[in-house]
């Protein structure tokens, strides 16, 4: 075990991306001529028995969200692709989409020939002009080429705000509004883009589409993790010494992923925490570390796989000082529309400031665990709903750094 | 150019205010009140709601500020790797605090979340261009090339 295995990042450093010919000689776009050569609910089935799930963080079904878009009635249906990817210490879609940009084309080309739509968009972060750039040029050359048929593809880029990474969010964007989630249901497969049937799916998602059409759903479906199965592309950073990023099969451990790949921690420190998933993950102690990085597995531990950002922390960290300036983030990032993260988030960070200030208590972090609980079940979105979890988890498994800041 | 011109560019793109906002503040480097108003007017919403699209992103400003945006990178990774020590460097250099613009206008001093280039922490950005591994003494070398 702990080996790499490249099925979404097979290309990388093979062709160079801004030629779509490499891509071709590569046996790029001979997925897309047999998906269109297949029969949609075919083509749809066998992506759900590859079991793919979203590499965005929800880890739903992809075919069977394809399925409801699919089945949805409607004049104009849209596919979009979150290359929002807001979320700290990842980088893994940016990889994706500077060297092999075409996969990721050619993986929404297959999806609207299933569900039956003809015009994409590409949200991509506004942090990524230069990946913007590249995408344009594979777009334009893949038009040139007519290898997307009557599928139209256009790129669009966010303005900086993590919260347009949630996929209402990031259709109230794409329409020109301020990015603030809708109220689900309807669901975008039934009402998305302009309240028309919409698939988001993130772009690790989309590039693994073309192995699975090519190689079979069975294929897929036999890798790494069975409840999740395929790869993850994960980005270590923090106390590690190989900052870098891995593409392995899901049943990889932690542990692995640490001390093999990531080649352990550096000057011969002890390991303290990893937090799993960016900011929006829970902490998670040595104890822990025989968890396979899979949706599920993670979430047994009450911690997230999400975008698979691993970020390492060593013995001498204060991982008060870490979650306080998390909770900054959030209380930054909280888009104010609902009550309970707008305030939470709020009061969370100032709790978080006088303790880490060294002027908080007990009480001050019992005060903190009521909030992160109701916070967890009461927000809106997402985003409220998981920034208590560093918070939550750090006082659950790390009580010791806590108390060494009281007053 | 004009910013009714580049505004009038995007009339006819679906959504297409954030896209207008994004080419006026490549020239102007924020949004000026005028800008957002005729934004509201071309794109037929109330001005409070072209208001509050200016105000929602962070990249968009409704403040004049420094030609030169440099944002560094506070989130959790590029913490600890000690952006702290960069922000000190950046605002000794320039003689201003996060936030704010050198008198000259040609520097703008902004925080940032991760700008996902997290194998090279702390980061800082130049108009969106990243400086990896960026150190204290880096910092000097970065802000000549604009001078
Ligand atoms: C606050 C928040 C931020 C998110 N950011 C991203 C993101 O940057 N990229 C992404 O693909 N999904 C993100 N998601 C998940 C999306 O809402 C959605 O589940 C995903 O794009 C669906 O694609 P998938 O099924 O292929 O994962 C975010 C969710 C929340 C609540
Ligand atoms: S949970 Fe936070 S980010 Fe989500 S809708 Fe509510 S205020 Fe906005
Ligand atoms: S954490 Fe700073 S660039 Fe990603």
Redesign the interface.
């Known amino acids: 075990m702990a080996e790499e295995m490249r099925i979404v990042l097979r290309n990388y450093g093979k062709i160079d991306p801004l030629k779509i010919d490499d891509y071709i000689s590569l046996g790029g776009y001979n997925a897309l001529k047999k998906a269109c050569a297949t029969d949609k609910t075919a083509l749809i089935d066998d992506i759900k028995k590859s079991n793919l799930r979203g590499r965005g963080g929800a880890g739903f079904n992809c075919g069977m969200k394809w399925s409801f878009a699919a089945m949805a009635q409607a004049d104009q249906k849209y596919v979009v692709c979150n290359a929002d ?7 893994k879609d ?1 990889l994706i989409m500077e060297n092999d940009p075409q996969t990721l084309l050619e993986g929404m080309a297959i999806c609207a020939y299933a569900i039956g739509a003809t015009k994409g968009y590409i949200y991509c ?5 230069q990946v913007v750039k590249i995408l344009n040029t594979a777009i334009a050359q893949a038009k040139e080429k007519g290898v997307l048929g009557d599928f139209d593809i256009e790129v ?7 919260v347009c990474g949630e996929e209402t969010a990031l259709i109230e ?7 603030e989630p809708r109220y689900k249901p309807p669901y975008p497969p039934a009402q998305g883009l ?1 309240q028309k049937p919409t698939i988001v799916n993130n772009v690790e998602t989309f590039a693994a589409i073309p192995v699975i059409v090519e190689k079979g759903g069975e294929w897929f479906a036999s890798i790494g993790a069975p409840s999740y199965p395929g790869t993850k592309v994960l ?1 270590l ?3 590690i010494n190989n ?3 891995f593409e392995v099969p899901t049943n990889t451990t932690i542990r692995e992923v640490i001390y093999k790949l990531g080649g352990g921690i550096p000057s011969g420190k002890k390991f303290k925490a990893v ?1 799993i998933g960016g ?1 929006s993950g829970a902490f998670i102690p040595e104890s822990q570390l025989d968890t396979p990085i899979a949706f599920d597995a993670m979430t047994a531990i009450d911690a997230a796989l999400g975008s698979g ?1 691993v ?1 390492v ?1 060593d013995e001498t ?1 204060d991982l008060v000082d ?1 979650t306080t ?2 909770a ?2 959030f209380e ?2 909280s ?1 104010g529309k609902c009550a309970p993260c707008r305030e939470g988030t709020m009061r969370m960070f100032d709790l978080m400031e006088k303790i880490n200030d060294g002027e908080g208590s007990a009480q001050d972090v019992a005060l903190l665990n009521k909030l992160g609980r109701v916070m967890s079940y009461s927000c809106l979105c997402g985003l409220g709903q998981a920034a208590p979890a560093p918070v939550l988890s750090t006082i659950k498994h790390f009580p010791a750094d806590y108390n060494a800041k009281f007053a | 150019m004009d910013y009714k011109n580049i505004i009038a560019k995007f009339a006819d793109v ?6 207008a ?2 080419a006026i503040q490549d020239e102007f480097s924020y949004l000026p009140e005028e800008a957002i108003i005729e934004a509201a007017k071309v ?1 037929g919403v109330p001005a409070a ?1 072209a208001y ?2 200016a105000t ?5 400003s409704v403040k004049s500020r420094g030609k030169n945006i440099i944002r560094i990178c ?4 590029c ?2 790797a000690g952006a702290d020590e960069v922000v000190a460097a950046l605002e000794r250099e320039l003689g201003i605090t996060m936030g704010n613009s050198t008198a000259d206008g040609r520097f703008a001093l902004e925080f ?10 702390p980061v800082i ?1 130049v108009n ?1 261009k990243p400086y990896f591994d960026v150190t204290p003494a880096k910092v000097v070398e970065i802000i000549a090339e604009y001078k």
């Not at chain 1, 972060?125 to 002009?129: A, D, M, N, Q, S």
């Not at chain 1, 964007?173 to 990015?179: F, H, M």
């Not at chain 2, 940032?112 to 922490?121: K, R």
């Open positions: 990817e807001g979320e700290p210490g990842t980088y940016r972060r506004g942090e990524y002009p669009r880029m966010g303005a900086g705000a993590y964007s794409l329409e020109g509004n301020r990015g302009w980005t950073t923090g106390d900052r870098t990023f937090q900011t950002a970020f922390l960290r870490v300036q998390i900054k983030f930054h990032e888009c | 679906p959504g297409g205010m954030i896209e906002f994004h794109f709601d509050g699209v929602f992103y962070s990249y968009f506070e989130s959790a990774p913490h600890i940032a979340q991760c700008v996902g280039q997290c194998q090279a922490t950005t969106s």
